[in-house]
């Protein structure tokens, strides 16, 4: 069965650093993989997925995700946090040949000035 | 653009009541879903349904109904309101393509954040 793991639930980091979320998934097929955020009292939106094409997939706002079958990772990163970036972060995945998703416990991202 | 939306945002009910949360997407999409979220525990799918009057129970369906009787609507009931079930509630909705697969991108709509008293 497919499962999905974020590891922490809180990252802080100053603006202008790097950014990296943490995604492990688990997956007896081959995975399709998304990042979703969700600001503050809104619905989650897509970020960027992974569909098999390629490996390192880029998203909106700058951010990008790289496939890893051998680590089964699917980590976010941001060369360089804004302020607006302050959100929650979910990593999803394909659950077994249906069309659900399974979704992380979510990362939410602190930025300091 | 896909547009979901859901009949409010903020709702406030009392134990016992009869809620229901409307969901509509405007985009022609055979499936929809209905989650709800809480702090630590990521979203967890309480009901989806592929079709018209067709539904499957998700991960967390007690205490809970769904109704879709229109492609683009689809309602979530709590038939008699709990203080456990004060949460965020989201929907979403996905396509299928012409092949008959389903694609897993999910649409979400701003969601309803429901206090039980």
């Known amino acids: 069965a497919q499962s999905v793991t974020q590891l922490g639930s809180h990252v802080s980091v100053s603006e202008g650093a790097l950014v990296?979320?943490?995604?492990?998934?688990?997956?007896?097929?081959?995975?399709?993989?998304?990042?979703?955020?969700?600001?503050?009292?809104?619905?989650?939106?897509?970020?960027?997925?992974?569909?098999?094409?390629a490996t390192l997939v880029k998203g909106i706002n700058g951010f990008e995700a790289e496939f890893k079958k051998s680590e089964t990772s699917f980590h976010l990163t941001k060369p360089s946090a804004h302020m607006s970036d302050a959100a929650e972060y979910f990593c999803a995945v394909g659950r077994d040949s249906s069309y659900k998703l399974i979704f992380g416990s979510g990362t939410r991202l602190l930025v300091r000035p | 653009d896909v547009k979901v939306t859901q009949s409010s945002r903020y709702l406030v009910k009392r134990t016992g009541e009869k809620v229901f949360l409307e969901c509509v997407q405007d985009m022609d999409h055979e499936n929809m879903f209905w989650y709800r979220q809480d702090p630590g525990l990521g979203l967890r799918l309480i009901y989806f349904s592929y079709d018209v009057k067709m539904k499957e129970k998700g991960d967390i369906p007690e205490g809970y109904s769904v109704s879709r009787e229109k492609k683009e609507r689809f309602s979530l009931i709590l038939e008699s309101a709990s203080t456990n079930q004060t949460s965020m509630y989201l929907c979403a909705s996905s396509y299928i393509w012409a092949s008959g697969i389903s694609s897993y991108e999910q649409y979400f709509g701003p969601g309803t954040r429901l206090t039980v008293t």
């Open chain 1, 20 to 53: 990296l979320l943490r995604c492990n998934y688990s997956s007896s097929v081959p995975p399709y993989l998304f990042w979703y955020v969700q600001y503050p009292n809104q619905g989650l939106q897509l970020l960027l997925k992974y569909t098999s094409a």
